[in-house]
């Protein structure tokens, strides 16, 4: 069974440019997260998706969004980066159902670096 | 605003030896806890799940969670180099998870 992809695997992003990043998960999974991942802050919920519908976001400011397709790939986009905006993001698979409780596993992380 | 929190360590182990990580969390209505180890440059990998008290093994992990204490552990038994990582403790709550900002585990052959 595939494992959750994460496409690309770097970037080099400009400060003010916009960004997008993909993310198919496993096979079955209908629920899809996304995470920042930063040395000072660790592992920060950005949002989570569930049969296309945002069903929870974290404390991010609206420049960070995202969506569900109907295949369950999803994608988030970040626009008018900052510099701040430099961390390794990533997504998790969950088949989760109404609770979110299930176990989820994590691609490999997209290493997003803007200058 | 929930929170998990770990000792950042680093713990340091000589090979052979057992590993104890731990984790406290905030949120009293939590079911559902995982740990997850992370090699550096890597992402996360699920390595335990539990979800009721007591005590969970698989191979040489063992998960074990006390809903009362609020408080998570996860014991690594006979520790090998390998399991040099750091580990995040994570708690579930509606369609998400809080992380705690782990614990760097380093294993001495």
């Known amino acids: 069974k595939a494992g959750v992809t994460q496409t690309p695997r770097y970037l080099i992003k400009t400060r003010g440019q916009q960004v997008t990043l993909s993310c198919s998960p496993i096979s079955g999974h209908r629920s899809v997260s996304w995470y920042q991942q930063t040395p000072g802050q660790g592992l920060q919920f950005l949002f989570e998706?569930?049969?296309?519908?945002?069903?929870n976001k974290g404390n991010f400011p609206g420049r960070f969004s995202g969506r569900q397709f109907s295949n369950s790939r999803s994608e988030m986009n970040v626009s008018t980066l900052e510099l701040g905006d430099s961390a390794l993001y990533l997504c998790a698979s969950s088949p989760a159902g109404h609770t979110g409780s299930s176990e989820a596993f994590f691609g490999q992380g997209t290493r997003l670096t803007v200058v | 605003q929930k929170e998990v929190e770990q000792n950042s360590g680093p713990l340091s182990v000589p090979e052979g030896a057992i590993a104890s990580l731990n984790c406290t969390y905030s949120d009293r209505v939590s079911q559902s806890f995982f740990w997850y180890r992370q090699y550096s440059g890597k992402s996360p990998e699920l390595i335990m799940s539990?979800?009721?008290?007591g005590d969970k093994e698989d191979g040489r992990f063992t998960a074990q969670l006390n809903k009362a204490s609020q408080y998570v552990s996860l014991l690594i038994r006979d520790s090998q180099p390998s399991d040099s990582a750091t580990y995040l403790c994570a708690v579930a709550g509606y369609s998400t998870l809080t992380f705690g900002k782990g614990t760097m585990l380093l294993v001495s052959p």
């Open positions: 539990i979800y009721s008290n």
């Open positions: 998706y569930f049969s296309e519908t945002q069903r």
